[in-house]
T-cell receptor, first 111, second 113 residues
Framework: KQEVTQIPAALSVPEGENLVLNCSFTDSAIYNLQWFRQDPGKGLTSLLLIQSSQREQTSGRLNASLDKSSGRSTLYIAASQPGDSATYLCAVRPGDDKIIFGKGTRLHILP | DAGVIQSPRHEVTEMGQEVTLRCKPISGHNSLFWYRQTMMRGLELLIYFNNNVPIDDSGMPEDRFSAKMPNASFSTLKIQPSEPRDSAVYFC???????????FGPGTRLTVL
C-alpha cells in the first residue's frame, strides 16, 4: 500500500532564505507526483506536477524534483517571502488513478 | 471560469440529522472527486466520478455516506444520519481527465454536534 510522508510537519524560516520541503513515498511505481499549496480555510492549489518520466519541474521561484528509485521528492523555494506561508502537500498518483496525499508541511516565513 | 463551487461553506448540525453537501465542477471537466480532511487523517479520497459515473467509492466510510452526480455540472454528498465523528472539511475537486491536475473548491466545514 502506497504511503506518503512529509517531514517536518511544521517549519519556520526567516524571510529571504531558500528552503527545501521533503516528501517520501513507499512504492516507486507512480504515474506522477504533485505539490499543492493550501492556505488556511481554503482549498488546495496545484503548484507543480512531475510525470514519472521527469526529474524536475520549475515554476518561478519553485522547483520540484523527483527521484523515483529512492521514493523521494523535494520542493525548493527560493528567496522565501511571507506570502509563501501556507501548508504544502505532496500527492502521489499510483497507476490506479487515485491520488494519495501526505499530511503536509506547515510553512511559516518570518518577516 | 468561477472554479469549483461548493455549498454550503459551513454547516453545523445535530447528530442524527441529514446533511447534503453540493458541488459544481469546472465546466468541461469530466472527473469529479470528493475528499475529506481532518487533522488526524489528513486528506482522504471518498469517491470519484468519471463522466458522471461513480468509478471508485472504496473510500466512503460507511453506508451512511452516499454521493450522486446526476449531470456533468452537479454532484452531492449526503450523510444520513450524521455523527460527531463526521465533523471535517469536505472538498470537491474536478479535472479534465482523471489523471490531470485537480482543481479544488473552497471546501465545506461540517460540524456535527
Amino acid at each position: 500500500k502506497q504511503e506518503v510522508t512529509q517531514i517536518p510537519a511544521a517549519l519556520s524560516v526567516p524571510e529571504g532564505e531558500n528552503l527545501v520541503l521533503n516528501c517520501s513515498f513507499t512504492d516507486s511505481a507512480i504515474y506522477n507526483l504533485q505539490w499543492f499549496r493550501q492556505d488556511p480555510g481554503k482549498g488546495l492549489t496545484s503548484l507543480l506536477l512531475i510525470q514519472s518520466s521527469q526529474r524536475e519541474q520549475t515554476s518561478g521561484r519553485l522547483n520540484a524534483s523527483l527521484d523515483k528509485s529512492s521514493g523521494r521528492s523535494t520542493l525548493y523555494i527560493a528567496a522565501s517571502q511571507p506570502g509563501d506561508s501556507a501548508t504544502y502537500l505532496c500527492a502521489v498518483r499510483p497507476g490506479d488513478d487515485k491520488i494519495i496525499f501526505g499530511k503536509g508541511t506547515r510553512l511559516h516565513i518570518l518577516p | 471560469d468561477a472554479g469549483v463551487i461548493q455549498s454550503p461553506r459551513h454547516e453545523v448540525t445535530e447528530m442524527g440529522q441529514e446533511v447534503t453537501l453540493r458541488c459544481k465542477p469546472i465546466s468541461g471537466h469530466n472527473s469529479l472527486f470528493w475528499y475529506r480532511q481532518t487533522m488526524m487523517r489528513g486528506l482522504e479520497l471518498l469517491i470519484y466520478f468519471n463522466n458522471n459515473v461513480p468509478i471508485d467509492d472504496s473510500g466512503m466510510p460507511e453506508d451512511r455516506f452516499s454521493a450522486k452526480m446526476p449531470n456533468a455540472s452537479f454532484s452531492t454528498l449526503k450523510i444520513q444520519p450524521s455523527e460527531p465523528r463526521d465533523s471535517a472539511v469536505y472538498f470537491c475537486a474536478s479535472s479534465r481527465r482523471t489523471v490531470d491536475t485537480q482543481y479544488f473548491g473552497p471546501g465545506t466545514r461540517l460540524t456535527v454536534l
